[in-house]
């Protein structure tokens, strides 16, 4: 079936790394979405990757795709305080493309 | 950069009214826009796939009565809770898929957050 999973909450240090994970059950996956939500926003796409990459880094953000594992992973260098939000691990599938299937979110806190 | 404006933003009403959500999208069209609906501190449920001039297509579960969709024009989508209930209080979110783009990329309304009193 179509599932994506994330842990619930991270916490950091402002200035250090943060690493995000997900994982996802569908094989079929086309793209994968990092997306930002900060309190009662929308959804801000931060990075996408597709399907047949393993990384992409985009200034801050590095994402890395294990596909034989089914692990998304995003990675924030020098975290600041701007960067406290929720974090969104989003797929689509090669059998639908029209429908986006959303992780449960990872809640990331900086601490001074 | 392609931009899906959502009406309003918050909005209180009193149980048994109706409440209409719009969603545009203001520099492309959108053929397809979906309606998501998001409780405290949970993701995003897809509620239901709008498509311009032809009936939504509705997730297992959601009542369409309910929730009516419609997408008269290429760029505005509209959601209208009926009969609203406490229940029914939830952060609703649109979004478009922008065809132009190489990534299946969707562009996310602000949302609207809905209180049935």
């Known amino acids: 079936g179509e599932d994506v999973e994330q842990s619930l909450f991270l916490s950091v240090r402002e200035g250090d790394s943060s690493v995000i994970n997900c994982t996802y059950t569908?094989?079929?996956?086309?793209?994968l979405y990092w997306y930002k939500q900060e309190p009662g926003a929308g959804l801000q796409l931060l990075t996408y990757?597709?399907?047949?990459?393993d990384m992409k880094q985009d200034q801050r953000l590095t994402v890395l795709l294990n596909k034989k594992d089914k692990h998304l992973s995003l990675r924030i260098a020098d975290t600041q305080t701007g960067d406290s939000a929720i974090y969104f691990c989003?797929?689509?599938?090669?059998?639908?493309?029209?429908?986006?299937?959303f992780g449960s979110g990872t809640r990331l806190s900086i601490r001074p | 950069g392609a931009v899906v404006s959502q009406h309003p933003s918050w909005v209180i009403c009193k149980s048994g009214t109706s409440v209409k959500i719009e969603c545009r999208s203001l520099d492309f069209q959108a053929t397809t826009m979906f309606w998501y609906r998001q409780f405290p501190k949970q993701s995003l449920m897809l509620m239901a796939t709008s498509n311009e001039g032809s009936k939504a297509t509705y997730e297992q579960g959601v009542e369409k009565d309910k929730f009516l969709i419609n997408h008269a024009s290429l760029t505005l989508s509209t959601l209208t809770v009926t009969s609203a209930h406490p229940e029914d209080s939830s952060f609703y979110i649109c979004?478009?898929?922008?065809?132009?783009?190489?990534?299946?990329?969707?562009?996310f309304g602000s949302g609207t957050r809905l209180t049935v009193v």
């Open positions: 990757i597709f399907s047949n990459m």
């Open positions: 979004s478009a898929r922008v065809n132009r783009t190489a990534n299946y990329g969707y562009t």
């Open positions: 569908d094989s079929s996956s086309t793209y």
């Open positions: 989003a797929e689509t599938l090669y059998s639908s493309a029209s429908k986006i299937i």
